[in-house]
């Protein structure tokens, strides 16, 4: 074989490896979220992400009751498609706006989970702000 197919052949490896790893960590996020929202059906779910470019990348999952406490804080950090959440306990118990002046929320320690989880309480804000609207609210039907 010429070299020139070698090399696709080992292209081609790698983007099937690369395809498995993905689809591997997305079976896990999916596994997390059908978790949290079997056990705590009573409150708001924000996520975050940052993606990182050559660095790593973070995604937060913050669960809040309706009294605006935290109950679960996850973080997802890593570079590899490998990554599992870890729970973070120092930020459960808390309030939602005891997090907001919180100094690790200002990006001292790591700026990309401290952006992360931003996102993840600007999501849990517009969740509160939008009412849940009774029956099949956003579907068209053939008449309209």
Do not use: C
Not at 23 to 33: A, L, N, P, S
Not at 123 to 143: E, F, H, M, W, Y
């Amino acid at each position: 074989m010429a070299m020139w197919q070698w090399g696709l052949l080992a292209l081609g490896f790698l983007w099937a490896l690369q395809s498995l790893g993905v689809w591997y960590q997305m079976r896990h996020y999916t596994d997390v979220m059908k978790g949290i929202s079997s056990k705590y059906n009573d409150g708001f779910v924000g996520a975050g992400n940052v993606r990182g470019r050559l660095g790593k990348g973070v995604i937060v999952l913050i669960v809040v009751t309706r009294d605006l406490t935290i109950q679960r804080f996850l973080v997802m950090s890593g570079r590899s498609v490998f990554a599992k959440f870890k729970r973070r306990e120092e930020f459960e118990g808390i309030s939602l706006s005891a997090l907001r002046t919180d100094p690790v929320m200002s990006g001292l320690g790591d700026p990309a989970l401290a952006k992360a989880a931003e996102r993840a309480i600007e999501q849990i804000d517009r969740a509160r702000a939008d009412p849940p609207k009774p029956g099949l609210s956003g579907i068209r039907t053939v008449n309209a």
